[in-house]
């Protein structure tokens, strides 16, 4: 049996007011069942605020469109009759999220259920590659995850891309990626492209603002209101969540710390300044100390996966190597730094850092919090912790594809079509 993926409505001028209501008072019922194993209809509406009967009619176009499914029957006590629940389903819609850095590209596919269809990392010189190989390349990869979920009996409706520089979210545009050598890059277009019919809509935003929306929905400190969290990658970058919600600024550019100057007598950055905050504590810098042999960059030097330098550096702590020992001591002590400017200037609760800094945190942390108590101007009232992220490196991929699903959720008048029905035998 083929499997024909879900249709989207094609985007055009805002719905009129009584269909912007449903859509609006669709994704309120999703977002309960979102939140919750099962309820029954009785229980949203009182939830919601929704009158019963308005419930029982969203609840059956939603069932139509196949996002939720009746589960059983509820009884709420002796007396009174059982109410059937349902349960959010969609596990023929499928969301792809990517993510390429400069070593790699991952892939994390699920489904609106939240089933993991695919999750890879796939190790690729993307800085040395240019803009049009790795686009290519990272076409190819989405071309196999994207069959992957298919034959899971998911079609992605939509996909999103994670990209370490700075984005025009709106346009799908990779306005500058300094440690890729991009510029003005339509990555989101030429993705579609790449990917052909069916078309499927593709989003492009900053990795440390997906990894960021990671930590917040499923992380080590996730729910937290007021919280940082840290790329640990070849370039640093953050995502801020203030009051539950992403900070992205006035133009959408906000985050990039990594390009904080904190050294003016330093090195050269990739962005062309001097002595930014990743040229102390990115892995390039981390991998220059520890194994100088090793270095990004040199001649004739393979790619390999970043774990694997990560993994040989932890092999080397363990055993009291003094250069690693060194290195990393100092990386954590930029780290703090960082870390209490933006402590100061955002007020945290927790700073989540992921990527590398994570697998090394035991390291790494000693050093980095010492200095953030030392230098946060409001301790102790301020109570800010560093945390090590559970997510590693696939925290942007994992939020890229809850990003597809949040949109997804927002409107869910895009998925057209019922699920397959099964073949008759």
């Not at 719905?15 to 449903?22: E, I, M, N, W």
């Not at 991009?182 to 993705?191: F, G, S």
Request: aromatic letters at 4%.
């Amino acid at each position: 049996m083929t499997y024909k993926p879900p249709s989207r409505v094609r985007a055009g001028a805002p719905p009129a007011g009584s269909a912007a209501l449903r859509r609006a008072n669709l994704s309120l019922v999703l977002r309960e069942l979102r939140d919750h194993p099962s309820l029954s209809r009785a229980h949203i509406a009182e939830a919601s605020g929704l009158h019963r009967a308005t419930v029982s009619n969203l609840m059956a176009e939603l069932l139509e469109r196949g996002l939720v499914r009746e589960v059983g029957v509820e009884h709420a006590g002796a007396v009174g009759r059982p109410r059937r629940a349902v349960a959010l389903h969609g596990a023929h819609v499928g969301a792809l999220g990517m993510e390429i850095n400069v070593d790699y590209i991952a892939v994390h596919g699920t489904d609106l259920s939240g089933r993991v269809l695919v999750e890879r990392r796939v190790v690729y010189d993307a800085m040395g590659s240019g803009p049009d190989n790795a686009v290519r390349r990272l076409g190819l990869v989405a071309k196999e995850a994207v069959e992957a979920m298919r034959r899971a009996g998911a079609a992605p409706a939509g996909i999103a891309v994670a990209v370490p520089g700075l984005v025009d979210v709106a346009r799908g545009v990779v306005t500058l990626a300094p440690n890729l050598y991009w510029r003005d890059l339509p990555l989101a277009d030429q993705l579609a492209s790449l990917l052909g019919p069916p078309r499927v809509p593709v989003r492009v935003d900053n990795d440390a603002n997906l990894a960021a929306l990671a930590e917040y929905t499923s992380g080590v400190a996730a729910g937290t209101p007021h919280l940082v969290y840290l790329t640990g990658e070849v370039g640093v970058g953050s995502g801020v969540i203030v009051g539950g919600e992403l900070m992205r600024g006035a133009d959408g550019f906000s985050g990039e710390v990594g390009h904080l100057q904190v050294d003016p007598n330093g090195t050269q950055c990739g962005c062309g300044r001097i002595g930014c905050w990743e040229t102390k504590v990115g892995l390039a810098a981390l991998v220059r100390a520890a194994m100088p042999e090793q270095a990004y960059g040199l001649p004739g030097m393979p790619v390999p996966d970043p774990g694997e330098r990560v993994a040989d550096i932890a092999r080397g702590l363990a055993s009291g190597e003094r250069r690693m020992m060194m290195a990393v001591a100092q990386v954590g002590q930029w780290l703090g730094l960082g870390g209490s400017i933006l402590a100061n200037l955002f007020n945290p609760r927790v700073i989540v850092i992921g990527g590398y800094f994570a697998s090394l945190a035991e390291w790494l942390l000693p050093h980095a919090q010492d200095q953030l108590r030392r230098l946060v101007v409001a301790a102790p009232a301020a109570q800010c912790r560093l945390v090590a992220s559970t997510l590693g490196f696939g925290a942007a991929s994992r939020g890229a594809a809850s990003m597809v699903i949040s949109d997804i959720i927002d409107d869910p008048t895009t998925i057209m079509d019922s699920p397959p029905r099964p073949a008759p035998y």
